[in-house]
């Protein structure tokens, strides 16, 4: 102990010496045996599951063309009825100072839509803001043609999300079967698909689209999946014991029970929707995602900050007007 | 008019119950059985009938497999072995046996159910609650709705039918379970520990409320608890579970009185006897007629007996006094000797006594004299719970 104690404080600066000897000798020898060892050799793939890729995605393309096509024009046909619709609300122009200041419609009716649907003036408000600050700042059309895209995939997305999260939620076989599939469309790098996606379907809104429904269909099929399952025992038995069928269960006790859970995984796929409606702008989808990727092309910093802007306000529009619906009554 | 009856009952929980079945036979224990086969014993070999318009308890604590039993009836639970009969409606069921469409049937209209957490359809009003039974039996909405408000006024709760359960408090809540389980119609009723959730207050208000309910309603109930006072205070009989088996049936003061097993007993040790003792359980039988046919029962009080041991005269320190009805001794105003049937309560033996007459009470079946029930029969029966005389 006492020799310890009195270890003379003055070697204490031979530690970082001591170190210093250490990583240096280290890294002397490592360098002289480990050049060899850390500069591999470059590896071609021995099993060429790329060119296999290839070959289904060509067959696919040959094969289906038909099948594809139909797609593309279900697609499109709803994509421009939405936009059309939303398109043809008029805008009206009035010149204050020398400057044209636009009056979208379509910002007062949002307006009611979002208090409605809210429940909040202020939500309505945002809408009100939003719009008309798009159709001055130039960016009306690719705002609304956002939205048609966004709604058309969510859409979609939800209307097969929500029966296949129900058959998940009643049945396990169901239920591991399609937990992979949505953990492949959720982590697959989103670029990896928009490619075969412009083979199959051209180029434009349809394989922006498809991207878009992959990406947003599986939060609504896990949401609907876990309030199914999250329906608490105890209700489920209430139901049978009351004598409900199989049918009468699912649509009387735990549809409506899951019903803020499912609500949720609507508000979610919204979402995911409209975050790659913006990145499906790289296959011509057009839209606020256009503007951004022409102001990165073109180094157009201030062009690609306000569409990047419009896309957050869409995003908080949308989310609000969403949230609530499940939370009401 | 409904009555249940279960023979041979068995629930393993596990994929391979026929092996625990053999185990069981050859006389191994539950804990044998989880050790050797892996198989749960959730109920074994369960006998009883439920009479028409009996309310049944079952007892036991936690794992007692009290609720899976209770569950065997209408098969949210399917029973491994035994049989299950429904008398119900002039028909006989086999619930057991029963195919999909007729146990559906059954759940529909003869059997209905009440839960422990109460188990409201949160997206329901209370109306929509109690109507939900007669949602699935078809019945038209407007059918609907009078029979709902009908239930409602019953378990009184006029004006919350358009209510959420959310908005309503535990005890509130377990009203609209029960006007629920009430509005089918179905005769036979299964209670799952309805009262537990409750605060304690709550839940001897619904207690009195049931047994209210149930004089003037025709239903035969299974109802199950982990609360001895509870079992005793409802219970026409009660049958006592202890790790799947039945250890013990009978009515309330069988069970006070005698219990059966060490399990029973150490229940029973912290139960309040005073509602479930009956007079003549604890008086004391052993008098003596003395050669004028009198009876003395302490110091003061004495009775003269008939041929046919009935009272004729009751003395007060010699002189003569009326004999009155126990349960009517508020409205007495001159000195009097009470008597009480021999099934009446000490309870209310011993509340007489507070307000009234601290002089034995006579206990009369028949009008024949068959003992009193004084200060040391009362504190012996409840120290004792009725036993070791």
């Given at each position: 102990m006492n020799k310890i104690d009195s270890f003379p404080e003055k070697y204490f600066a031979a530690v970082p010496g001591i170190i210093g000897w250490v990583v240096l000798s280290a890294r002397t020898a490592f360098a002289r045996v480990g050049a060899s060892l850390l500069e591999l050799p470059a590896m071609p793939a021995s099993i060429p599951l790329d060119d296999w890729t290839v070959a289904v995605v060509d067959w696919l393309a040959l094969n289906l063309g038909p099948f594809f096509d139909f797609i593309q024009l279900m697609l499109n046909t709803i994509n421009d009825a939405l936009l059309a619709a939303i398109q043809w609300i008029p805008i009206f122009v009035v010149e204050i100072g020398g400057l044209d200041i636009r009056f979208p419609v379509w910002s007062l009716l949002l307006f009611f839509l979002l208090w409605y649907l809210a429940g909040q003036i202020s939500t309505g408000l945002l809408g009100l803001v939003t719009l008309w600050l798009a159709a001055n700042?130039?960016?009306?059309?690719?705002?609304?043609?956002?939205?048609?895209?966004?709604?058309?995939?969510?859409?979609?997305?939800?209307?097969?999300?929500?029966?296949?999260?129900?058959?998940?939620?009643?049945?396990?076989?169901?239920?591991?079967?399609?937990r992979p599939v949505l953990d492949l469309m959720q982590t697959m790098p989103v670029f990896v698909y928009l490619i075969p996606a412009v083979i199959f379907f051209g180029m434009g809104a349809a394989p922006g689209a498809v991207a878009t429904v992959i990406f947003a269909y599986p939060p609504s099929v896990r949401l609907t999946n876990l309030g199914i399952r999250e329906v608490p025992q105890e209700l489920v038995e209430a139901g049978e014991a009351f004598g409900c069928n199989y049918w009468?269960?699912?649509?009387?006790?735990?549809i409506p029970v899951a019903r803020p859970s499912i609500m949720q995984g609507v508000n979610q796929s919204i979402m995911l929707a409209l975050s790659m409606a913006v990145v499906a702008a790289l296959i011509g989808a057009g839209?606020?995602?256009?503007?951004?990727?022409?102001?990165?092309?073109?180094?157009?910093?201030?062009?690609?900050?306000?569409?990047?802007?419009?896309?957050?306000?869409?995003?908080?529009?949308?989310?609000?007007?969403?949230?609530?619906?499940?939370?009401?009554? | 008019m409904p009555s249940i009856e279960l023979e041979g009952v068995y629930k393993i929980f596990g994929d391979e119950p026929e092996k625990a079945l053999k185990l069981i036979d050859e006389g191994a224990s539950k804990t044998e059985v989880r050790e050797e086969t892996g198989q749960v014993i959730g109920v074994q070999d369960i006998t009883f009938k439920i009479k028409n318009n009996e309310?049944?308890?079952?007892?036991?604590?936690?794992?007692?497999?009290?609720?899976?039993?209770?569950?065997c009836v209408n098969r949210l639970v399917e029973p491994t072995k035994g049989r299950i009969m429904l008398h119900s409606?002039?028909?006989?069921?086999?619930?057991?046996?029963?195919?999909?469409?007729?146990?559906?049937?059954?759940?529909?209209?003869?059997?209905s159910m009440v839960f422990q957490n109460f188990a409201l359809f949160p997206h329901r009003t209370v109306l929509d609650n109690i109507a939900f039974g007669l949602e699935i039996q078809g019945i038209s909405q407007e059918e609907r709705e009078r029979k709902s408000q009908e239930l409602i006024e019953v378990v009184g709760l006029e004006g919350f039918g358009d209510s959420y359960p959310s908005q309503l408090s535990g005890g509130m809540q377990q009203r609209v379970g029960l006007a629920r389980g009430l509005a089918t119609g179905a005769e036979a009723l299964l209670m799952d520990e309805p009262f537990s959730a409750l605060d304690p207050l709550i839940k001897v208000e619904m207690q009195d409320e049931l047994l209210d309910l149930m004089e003037n309603m025709q239903r035969t109930i299974l109802f199950v608890t982990h609360d001895l006072d509870e079992a005793l205070k409802v219970g026409d009989r009660i049958t006592i579970m202890d790790g799947g088996k039945m250890v013990q049936k009978g009515v309330p003061e069988e069970i006070i009185v005698n219990p059966k097993t060490e399990y029973v007993a150490d229940f029973v040790?912290?139960?309040?006897?005073?509602?479930?003792?009956?007079?003549?359980?604890v008086a004391d039988k052993d008098f003596r007629l003395d050669e004028n046919d009198k009876v003395r029962l302490d110091e003061l009080t004495e009775v003269e007996l008939g041929d046919e041991g009935e009272v004729l005269k009751g003395y007060?320190?010699?002189?003569?006094?009326?004999?009155?009805?126990?349960?009517?001794?508020?409205?007495?105003e001159e000195e009097a000797l009470l008597f009480s049937s021999p099934d009446t309560p000490i309870s209310e033996i011993m509340r007489a006594r507070l307000d009234y007459t601290s002089h034995p009470v006579l206990v009369l079946k028949n009008q024949e004299f068959i003992g009193s029930v004084g200060e040391k029969n009362i504190l012996r029966g409840l120290l004792e719970k009725g036993r070791g005389e």
């Open positions: 700042f130039g960016l009306y059309v690719e705002t609304t043609e956002t939205f048609a895209l966004t709604l058309t995939s969510a859409l979609i997305a939800i209307s097969l999300g929500i029966p296949s999260g129900i058959l998940a939620g009643i049945s396990d076989t169901v239920h591991n079967v399609i009468q269960l699912l649509m009387k006790v735990q839209g606020l995602g256009g503007e951004v990727v022409r102001g990165i092309q073109r180094m157009r910093v201030g062009q690609g900050f306000v569409a990047g802007l419009a896309v957050v306000f869409t995003a908080m529009i949308l989310d609000r007007a969403t949230a609530n619906i499940g939370a009401r009554e | 309310l049944f308890v079952i007892m036991g604590l936690s794992g007692s497999g009290k609720s899976t039993l209770l569950r409606d002039g028909k006989d069921y086999d619930i057991t046996s029963a195919e999909k469409e007729e146990l559906r049937e059954v759940r529909e209209t003869q059997v040790e912290n139960a309040d006897p005073s509602d479930v003792l009956r007079a003549e359980t007060l320190s010699g002189t003569p006094v009326p004999i009155r009805p126990l349960d009517e001794y508020e409205r007495i």
